[in-house]
C-alpha cells in the first residue's frame, strides 16, 4: 500500500509561560493510504498534539509531516488553511456543530468554506452523507433538537463533505453512550472500507480494536504499534507499555 503520511522525527515543543514544556519528542511514522489508524496512550501523552500536527492545524517545532506529498512543516498559515479546508475532515470529542445553522447548512458549511462554486454537487453529496448515515430526516432541524450520538453523525458528514484525504477524528466515542458510541464507530469503519484514510485518538481499546492498527503514546514517544482487531490484548499492551515506561 502506498504511503499517505510520513511523518519524521516529529517534535512539539510549547511555550507555557516562558517555561518550554516537550509535548512530542521526536515520532516517525507512516500511515498507509486508506489505513485506519487508532491513537492510544494516556491524557496528556501527545495524542491530540500529533493529531493536530497531522491535520495541518498547527505547527511542528521540529521534524516533518508530509500528507498526500504536502510538506506541511514548510507551509504558512495561509497555506495550512488551504490544506486543511481541501484535504481534511475533522471530527471532535464535543461535535463542534453551530448551533445557529440547520443540519443542512452545518454539513454543507466546510464546502462553502473552501469556496466551491458546485452548490448542486455540494448539495447531493450533503443529501448522500445524510441519508447513508440514517439522519436525513434532520435535515432542517437544529442542533439542539438531536441527540448526541445523532450530532456526532452530523459532525461525520461535515468533515466528509469535501471529500477528505484524510478524516481526523479527536476522541469521537468520548461524550457518547455505549450504543452511540459503537453506532460511530460502525459508521467510521464503513467509509473506511469505501477507502476512506482514517486516524482516530481514542483511549478506549473496545474504539481502538475497530482500527486496523494501534499505536501507543506515552509521554510524547511512540512506544508501540500494534494490529487492532482484539479489544482485550490492545488494553493489555497499552497496560504493558505504560508499566514499561514507568519502571
Ligand atoms: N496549547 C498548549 N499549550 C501548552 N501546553 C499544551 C498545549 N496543548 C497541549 N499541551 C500539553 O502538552 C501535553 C500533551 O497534550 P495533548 O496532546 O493534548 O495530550 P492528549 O491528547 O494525549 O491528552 C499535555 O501535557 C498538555 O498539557
Ligand atoms: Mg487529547
Known sequence: ???????????????????AFEALKGISL?????????????SGSGKSTLLHLVGG????TAGSVKVDGHALHTMDETALAKFRRTHVGFVFQFFNLVDNLTIQMNVELPALLAKRKDRRAIR?????????????????KYPWELSGGQQQRVAIARALINHPTLLLADEPTGNLDGASG???????????????TTLIVTH???AAAEARRVLFL?????????????????????????????G
Open 182 to 196: 459503537q453506532e460511530v464507530l460502525d459508521i467510521l469503519n464503513a467509509f473506511n472500507r469505501r477507502g476512506q
Open 124 to 140: 447531493k453529496r450533503a443529501n448522500e452523507l445524510l441519508a447513508s448515515l440514517g439522519i436525513a430526516e434532520q435535515a432542517p
Open 1 to 19: 500500500m502506498s504511503c499517505l503520511v510520513e511523518i519524521t522525527d516529529l517534535k512539539k515543543t510549547y511555550d507555557t509561560g516562558g517555561v
Open 30 to 42: 507512516d500511515i498507509s493510504v486508506s489505513d485506519f489508524v487508532a491513537i492510544m496512550g494516556p
Open 57 to 60: 492545524l498547527d505547527r511542528p
Open 204 to 206: 478506549d481499546a473496545v
Open 218 to 246: 506515552y509521554d510524547g514517544r511512540l512506544v508501540g504499534d500494534a494490529p487492532g482487531g482484539d479489544a482485550r490484548r490492545i488494553a493489555q499492551q497499552l497496560a504493558g507499555s505504560e508499566q514499561e515506561c514507568v
